[in-house]
């Protein structure tokens, strides 16, 4: 069936279906992000520099811990992030430009 006939078939049926339907795919996209987040896992290890977004905004850190699905992430700041695999990104790392108050140039 073509895309466009399918979606002319949705339109027609009532609310149970659609529920049905919805039940449906969800099982489908959960399936799929676990296939994609288990062969992600393989390539994380702890100490790796990652980067992930979160609702808009960019996070780069170092992996401090990896569980089953996710890893433990510690950002420039301090803060921890409980991040999926399929949402890290490896990243060079690159040494920071800021100065910590009271450090002396040497």
């Keep these: 069936m073509i895309k466009e006939e399918l979606l002319r078939e949705i339109l027609k049926m009532d609310t149970s279906d659609l529920v049905a339907i919805n039940r449906y795919l969800a099982g489908i996209i959960k399936q799929n992000r676990k296939i994609e987040n288990s062969s992600k896992a393989f390539e ?34 301090g803060h921890h992030w409980d991040v999926p695999f399929r949402m890290l990104t490896k990243t060079p790392v690159c040494k920071s430009t800021f100065k910590v108050a009271g450090e002396i140039n040497k």
């Design 44 to 77: 994380f290890q702890v100490g790796d520099h990652v980067s992930f977004e979160n609702r808009g905004c960019a996070h780069t850190g170092s992996i401090i811990k990896v569980k089953n699905i996710k890893a433990i992430v510690e950002t420039e700041f």
